[in-house]
């Protein structure tokens, strides 16, 4: 098993996808209060690594097409980035 790192950024996309069911693109991106350009950066950044997953699926999410797409933690890191989202608090 590996230690998973973190950004601020991946730390607070992950913690406004929650681990329990999808969440819509633009729900995301309003939660976070991030810019849109820097959430679906990030949600990309997490995709390549295996770490979230979209449906429909996609190996990268366009900025026109992230708000109408689903996000999800991929349940086989769940246990280990709920970890690296909650070490130091």
């Known amino acids: ?8 950024r991946e730390t ?16 995301l991106q309003e939660s976070t209060r ?3 350009e820097d959430v679906t950066d990030t949600l990309n950044g997490l995709m390549s690594a295996g770490f979230v997953e979209s ?3 996609y190996e990268q999410v ?4 992230m708000p ?5 933690v991929n349940p086989s890191y769940a ?3 709920k ?3 909650f070490r130091g608090y």
């Open 1 to 8: 098993m590996r230690q998973i790192k973190l950004t601020g």
């Open 12 to 27: 607070t996309v992950i913690r406004a996808l929650g681990f329990s069911e999808a969440i819509g693109g633009a729900e």
């Open 34 to 36: 991030m810019q849109p």
């Open 55 to 57: 449906t429909p699926f």
């Open 62 to 65: 366009e900025l026109s097409a």
């Open 68 to 72: 109408g797409t689903m996000f999800e």
């Open 79 to 81: 246990h280990e980035i």
């Open 83 to 85: 970890i690296a989202c």
